[in-house]
């Protein structure tokens, strides 16, 4: 350990600093996603992977060396990824790809260093949600034993009891399938959906199983408010199977995000958003003649591109949307892992308010959800002459004397990383020196 004085700009103290200097975090991805980087999903996921199968010695994978770069290391050990590795979205330059996020992995960097800390792997072997779908799908008489899978590649073993009732409601044409996944080649497609709150999935093969197409499902926002008393709520759009669970008073108000439309292209069920505001109809089917429907007039905002390398942070699990009035919740949430952001353009209210932030491709976050800043402690060390800057840009002179000075919060400050060393007008860039953790 090697002591220094600490100081805030004139103000110092004694501090123990770590024998190494640790570089400032850095971002997770270089350019654009095509999904917000690690969201995650409340209901189905958007890949399907193996987790039982550990990353092998002298695996290639890649970890950052922070200013958006990424090394590429390998395994010097195999690393178990558990039962519930976390999933992230990179871009090295080839496109927008899935890479698993080990974190405390050992790997070597080259033949006469080693290093360990977050480690990103490629998934290689997964399925990838193609498409939304509703519609059933039935065993061909002459060939009733259709494989089911409850993971990537994890078939249901013959005897298993739940097997058992789902080729049965497989024969029978009862069952409605929600997505369509496909793997990386796209030459294999399997169907989707869920039975007794768990995931299933049947790959699509003309000889075993045959595909009807259900209702003509679409995004739609408003409330519907009940004709009557006891309003029946059903599982799916096609309004075949009733739950039992019944909306008990005429005048009930419920906030929908889907229609159901037959083929001349009139409502015929919508689906009540699953939150408890919404009582025992919460993530069901209501018949269109039960309700009255009325649309949500989504707030009019505009929207104006960000300079490049915006970045913003994030606390929570915040709610992402599809559009920039944040009317249509989307049904992904940012993962909490990650707390920064590339940011692209701003959502505007009538008066001129930042009202929402886009992350990624029709992906859209409020903007009370977001923070152009972050707390942050350490110290950092740097010489005289480095250049200050206030939190818009601005030069606002230089460090006076060499030293090593508190941290305080961090935003990105003309496209690169920054840290506040004292007021407002004492940001440094990251590069011009070294951080320490406290």
């Not at 640790?22 to 996921?45: D, H, I, N, R």
């Not at 519907?224 to 096609?238: F, G, I, L, S, V």
């Amino acid at each position: 350990m090697k002591k220094s004085s600490v100081k805030y700009l004139g103000v110092a103290a004694a501090a123990l600093l770590a024998v190494a200097p640790l570089a400032a975090p850095a971002l997770s991805a270089t350019t654009e996603p095509a999904q917000v980087q690690a969201a995650t999903t409340t209901g189905l996921p958007q890949f399907v992977f193996d987790t039982s199968t550990p990353v092998k010695s002298g695996t290639t994978g890649y970890t950052s060396i922070g200013n958006n770069a990424y090394q590429e290391v390998k395994a010097s050990s195999d690393i178990y990824l558990g039962s519930n590795p976390t999933l992230t979205s990179l871009d090295l330059g080839s496109g927008a790809a899935p890479y698993l996020s080990v974190k405390g992995a050992f790997y070597n960097v080259d033949t006469n260093q080693n290093g360990n800390g977050q480690f990103f792997v490629p998934v290689t072997k997964y399925w990838e949600k193609a498409y939304s779908v509703s519609g059933s799908i039935q065993s061909k008489a002459d060939n009733p034993i259709v494989t089911v899978y409850d993971s990537y590649e994890n078939n249901l073993k013959e005897g298993n009891a739940t097997l058992g009732k789902i080729r049965d409601l497989l024969h029978n044409g009862s069952i409605t399938v929600k997505a369509a996944y496909q793997n990386p080649a796209k030459t294999e497609t399997y169907f989707a959906f869920t039975y007794n709150g768990a995931t299933y999935f049947v790959q699509y093969d003309d000889s075993e199983i045959t595909f009807a197409q259900g209702a003509n499902v679409s995004d739609v926002a408003g409330t519907a408010t009940t004709n009557q008393d006891d309003t029946a709520t059903y599982t799916d759009a096609k309004l075949a199977y009733n739950t039992g669970a019944l909306v008990r008073d005429k005048g009930t108000k419920l906030s929908v995000t889907k229609v159901a439309k037959d083929s001349n292209g009139n409502a015929t069920a919508y689906f009540v958003e699953d939150k408890s505001a919404n009582g025992n109809a919460a993530g069901k089917w209501v018949s269109a003649g039960d309700v009255t429907f009325s649309a949500t007039t989504p707030a009019k905002v505009t929207t104006k591109s960000l300079p490049a390398g915006t970045v913003l942070y994030s606390k929570d699990a915040a709610t992402i949307y599809s559009d920039a009035a944040t009317s249509k919740d989307s049904g992904k949430k940012l993962a909490t892992d990650v707390t920064e952001w590339r940011a692209f353009e701003e959502a505007l209210n009538d008066n001129g308010d930042v009202v929402a932030y886009r992350l990624g491709t029709n992906q859209w976050v409020k903007a009370s959800d977001l923070a152009a800043q972050k707390d942050k402690d350490g110290v950092f060390a740097t010489a005289k002459g480095t250049t200050l800057y206030t939190s818009d840009g601005d030069k606002a002179g230089s460090v006076q004397a060499d030293g090593v000075y508190s941290v305080y919060a961090e935003r990105h400050i003309n496209g690169k990383q920054a840290l506040k060393l004292g007021t407002d007008s004492q940001w440094v860039y990251a590069e011009n020196g070294s951080y320490y953790p406290a």
